[in-house]
């Protein structure tokens, strides 16, 4: 929580953006501060399926917003997330 405070005052109450997987999703997501996922999707031609994030479930209430098509394959997917809306310390109610 304090480094997502931190990070806040040091841009001024902009906008935060996190690079990560599945821990920082999911931790970010409990402090209620994930408005947008945005996701992108390498192809590989082997392994299975893995779940992104345990903490990330039906009730996230994830919006798909849109995608594009990347160099080399990738895709870029959009979505916003509903259903991480906490209040957190330093921001009025209902705010991010």
Not at 44 to 55: A, K, S, V
């Amino acid at each position: 929580m304090r480094l997502l405070e931190k990070l806040r005052s040091a841009n001024r109450g902009g906008d935060v953006h996190l690079v990560g997987g599945p821990r920082t999703i999911g931790t970010v997501h409990a402090l209620g501060a994930l408005d947008t996922l945005e996701l992108v999707v390498l192809p590989m031609l082997f392994g299975g399926g893995t779940q992104l994030t345990p903490m990330l479930g039906a009730d996230t209430g994830l919006t798909f917003r849109r995608e594009r098509a990347l160099p080399g394959g990738s895709v870029e997917i959009v979505y916003s997330c509903e259903g991480s809306r906490g209040d957190l310390p330093g921001r009025p109610a209902g705010q991010r």
